[in-house]
T-cell receptor, first 114, second 114 residues
Framework: NAGVTQTPKFRILKIGQSMTLQCTQD?????MYWYRQDPGMGLKLIYY???????DKGEVPNGYNVSRSTTEDFPLRLELAAPSQTSVYFC?????????????FGNGTRLTVT | AQSVSQHNHHVILSEAASLELGCNYS??????LFWYVQYPGQHLQLLLK??????LVKGIKGFEAEFIKSKFSFNLRKPSVQWSDTAEYFC????????????FGDGTTLTVKP
């Protein structure tokens, strides 16, 4: 099993550009999440989804958008990139939304906005 | 909303030393608690979790953690660390009614000197 796969691994954007971070999982998990990790800080939730067609904002959603057309895919869209979006982005999935189900993470995307 | 505090940002130990990493959370209800580890260049992975039962839980690679409800704590321990334990460690908490959304601490970087 591949688990959670994120692409690309690295990206450099100029201010104002846009891009989509891809995330796909092959575990048939309904719950998917996007987190960002800034240096010296924990993971902050950007958006999450409880199933295909259903998404909701997390703690830090401004400047991002998501969609969930299939169970497998949960892309994160950055419109008008800003330096404050320089971060490492992690996609994660969970078997179920009950709290005892751990998160399965992708390898992350390191994004730099200059 | 729940929050998580990890008191040690960077810990440096010699091999065979004992390890204890502190984690405190703030939430008055029932919680599920996790420790995740991120080895250099790898994705976050589950180290151990607690959701009910015996408050002393054992995880992979000889790690254990103790849930002390009265202290709102979930400290991670290992009797004898190895060089390969060098990694970043994250404590996380979620609640059953929150769609599996986890709140993370800021992380503790552990460096083990050979």
């Amino acid at each position: 099993n591949a688990g959670v796969t994120q692409t690309p691994k690295f990206r450099i954007l100029k201010i104002g550009q846009s891009m989509t971070l891809q995330c796909t999982q092959d575990m048939n998990h309904n719950y998917m999440y996007w987190y960002r990790q800034d240096p010296g800080m924990g993971l902050k939730l950007i958006y999450y989804s409880v199933g295909a067609g259903i998404t909701d904002k997390g703690e830090v959603p401004n400047g991002y958008n998501v969609s969930r057309s299939t169970t497998e895919d949960f892309p994160l869209r950055l419109e008008l990139a800003a330096p404050s979006q320089t971060s490492v982005y992690f996609c994660a999935s969970s078997y179920r939304g009950q709290g005892d189900s751990p998160l399965h993470f992708g390898n992350g995307t390191r994004l730099t906005v200059t | 909303a729940q929050s998580v505090s990890q008191h040690n940002h960077h810990v440096i130990l010699s091999e065979a030393a004992s390890l204890e990493l502190g984690c405190n959370y703030s939430y008055g209800g029932t919680v599920n608690l996790f420790w995740y580890v991120q080895y250099p260049g790898q994705h976050l992975q589950l180290l151990l979790k607690y959701f009910s039962g015996d408050p002393l839980v054992k995880g992979i690679k000889g790690f254990e953690a103790e849930f002390i409800k009265s202290k709102f704590s979930f400290n991670l321990r290992k009797p004898s660390v190895q060089w390969s334990d060098t990694a970043e460690y994250f404590c996380a908490v979620n609640i059953n009614t929150n769609a599996g959304k986890s709140t993370f601490g800021d992380g503790t970087t552990l460096t083990v000197k050979p």
